[in-house]
């Protein structure tokens, strides 16, 4: 323990703890200055455990620009520690700008090699005031909780930065009862990726300063901004921007409360008080949130189990159907299934089997995941020694597609929903003569056609070709997308086609079509699998393959600035050894958004009655909701 008395103490470094326990910093109030004169604060403390920071004032001194490489740390920074308290003190940082580099207030985060994060962190009753462009409280906390709460942050200065930043993963996240005055920016609180953390932000006050003709798109200046969380609640806001007039080119700041990124099922907003922004409140979703649920076979006993995933990790394997497939052959009540194919139908799961023993075709749906029709052959019958292909076309019904049993003809079953779970079936109907297969066929829809892409024989070898169908007619074979055939699937997401290959025990290797030419393939690297593969278009895009060593793999995409940026290959826990590609689909999860008792005087000008200035998605039926 390390009791201050009161007094200025000249820090030219910091005071530095690593590896430390239950370690007490404490002051007599603001009477104890710590003064810091270093780019490492007054303050440093790595890989501590139970630490408490309490009763004393640090204040930071100017740091001039290109001094030194790297940025500075904060006046007090707690990097790769937990159980943090930082309790009773003030802060005050100097003003940064041209020529003076900013740094932060407060920071907690992971270590400076990445290694340990922190987690359990708690700011309470602190007094902060910040220069222009510095700012106030940062906690980036990986797992179990981090708080702020009863703290004031002013800033004089003509421009502040953020008063406080909460960020991590798989974290309750609670910033409650803050005065905020003056700063540039107010309260950021939710997830650094996947919505996995509970966020509640409460009874805060927050004025905010910005100067005339900021640029919204630049700027990010909200009083509350919650980004990536499972479960966030907004409540009893109170906001205004200065000055309330805009600039001449448009408004200084968009929204009051923001809402973004990826938001999971839940969420409130209510009791808002806004004042001179655009919007009081604006929920813009970066995905609607989806539930993935993933199919497979267990080699062990031919089983069909199930996993889920909406978000917060997988759920764990369960089996589908007590009842199994069922068999045409006599004295065979049931059998194990040689493939399976998922597609969404109408908000319902539908998963689609081809017998081991029998080669029939046989599916069963669901509208919850969870309770599932009994089996049902697909009529009239026939055989097939290749996986389906299913896609619901642009006039709502699904179709169906198969590999004849005995020839490599192709074929398509069109089907429609009687009462759920009946379904009304065209019957089997044979495509034209030239749409030969020689392996499974790969459907994909693209506004307004259904595109089919079958292993047909060509000079070159074996190579999938595309036909399309309008609603009305097929036509092709096309060959802009034609490659060799292998381990081949593909799916349409965000508008363009994307195709995955893999053979011989090579990586998985990737090219798009967006409409006009197929790109160049290259590897998603860090998996060798000699297949096969199948990839869901949901939310995000996820690629499942089995590696060399047999086990299930997963890897998830999002769009970056032009390109998908992979999370990299995580085996799905608990797999079991199957042969046969999994299937996957998904649905949007039922969502509790409530976006209400909001009054807004916005722009200057007051109107009246609730969900004023509110601009977000109506929760219950997942579509855009505009209030002004």
């Not at 779970?421 to 056609?449: C, E, F, H, N």
């Not at 299937?583 to 949007?588: G, K, L, N, Q």
């Not at 929760?619 to 002004?628: A, K, L, T």
């Amino acid at each position: 323990m390390l009791n201050l008395a009161a007094g200025v103490y000249n820090l030219p470094k910091p005071l530095h703890a690593v590896g430390r326990s239950r370690l007490v910093v404490s002051g007599s109030g603001p009477a104890t200055i710590l003064l810091s004169g270093s780019r490492d604060g007054a303050l440093l403390m790595e890989g501590c455990n139970d630490v408490a920071v309490r009763d004393l004032r640090v204040e930071g001194a100017p740091l001039v620009a290109g001094a030194s490489t790297g940025a500075p740390r904060a006046l007090v920074t707690f990097a790769g520690c937990t159980d943090v308290v930082v309790a009773a003190c003030e802060f005050l940082s100097p003003d940064a700008g041209p020529g003076v580099e900013a740094q932060p207030c407060l920071l907690a985060g992971p270590s400076a090699d990445g290694a340990t994060v922190s987690s359990r962190v708690s700011v309470e009753d602190c007094d902060l005031t910040l220069g222009s462009a510095q700012s106030g409280i940062v906690l980036e906390v990986i797992g179990e909780r981090a708080s702020v709460a009863r703290c004031a942050v002013a800033s004089p200065g003509a421009d502040g930065g953020r008063a406080i930043a909460v960020t991590g993963d798989r974290c309750l996240v609670r910033v409650l009862d803050n005065a905020l005055d003056g700063v540039g920016a107010g309260i950021l609180a939710g997830g650094t990726g996947r919505a996995s953390n509970d966020v509640r932000v409460a009874g805060n006050s927050v004025n905010l300063s910005v100067p005339p003709g900021t640029p919204v798109a630049a700027a990010d200046r909200h009083a509350v901004e919650v980004r990536g969380a499972q479960s966030a609640t907004v409540v009893d806001t109170s906001a205004t921007l200065r000055p309330a007039t805009p600039a001449a080119g448009g408004a200084t700041a968009d929204s009051g409360v923001e809402v973004g990124g990826e938001i999971g099922p839940f969420l409130v907003v209510q009791n808002s008080s806004m004042s001179a922004f655009t919007y009081g409140v604006a929920v813009r979703p970066r995905h609607l949130p989806q539930r993935v649920l993933l199919f497979a076979r267990n080699d062990a006993d031919g089983q069909v189990y199930v996993n889920g995933d909406q978000g917060l990790g997988w759920e764990g394997w369960r089996l589908l159907s007590a009842s199994g497939v069922p068999s045409a052959i006599p004295g065979v009540a049931n059998q194990p299934v040689s493939s399976l194919t998922a597609q969404t139908y109408d908000d319902a799961h539908l998963l689609f089997a081809t017998g081991m023993y029998d080669a029939r075709s046989y599916f069963t749906s669901s509208s919850d995941g969870a309770t599932w029709a009994a089996w049902a052959e697909v009529p009239p019958g026939g055989t097939t020694d290749a996986a389906l292909a299913a896609v619901q076309g642009f006039d709502g019904r699904l179709l169906l597609f198969a590999k004849g049993g005995n020839d490599s003809q192709s074929w398509v079953n069109i089907a429609s929903w009687t009462t759920p779970p009946a379904m009304t079936w065209t019957g089997w109907k044979q495509l034209p003569a030239l749409a030969r297969s020689l392996a499974a066929p790969i459907a994909v829809t693209r506004y307004p056609d259904v595109l089919l892409y079958l292993a047909g024989p060509t000079w070159l070898g074996a190579m999938y070709l595309r036909y399309t169908w309008d609603g009305h007619q097929w036509s092709g074979p096309d060959y802009p997308d034609r490659f060799l055939m292998g381990a081949v699937v593909a799916k349409n997401w965000q508008d363009s086609i994307y195709f995955f290959f893999t053979s011989n025990g090579q990586p998985t290797w990737m090219s798009t079509n967006d409409g006009l030419a197929l790109s160049p393939w290259h590897a998603v690297a860090g998996l060798t699998t000699d297949g096969p593969l199948s990839v869901l278009a949901a939310d995000r895009l996820y690629l499942f393959a089995n590696g060399r060593d047999g086990v299930l793999n997963v890897n998830v995409a999002d769009p970056g600035a032009g390109d998908l940026v992979w999370e990299g290959w995580q085996p799905v826990p608990g797999s079991f050894t199957t042969g046969i590609a999994v299937a996957a689909t998904s649905v949007a999860v039922p969502m509790r958004w409530t976006v209400a008792e909001t009054l807004a005087s916005t722009l200057g000008v007051t109107t009246g009655g609730a969900l004023l200035g509110v601009r977000g998605v109506d929760g219950e039926n997942n579509v855009p909701s505009y209030h002004d």
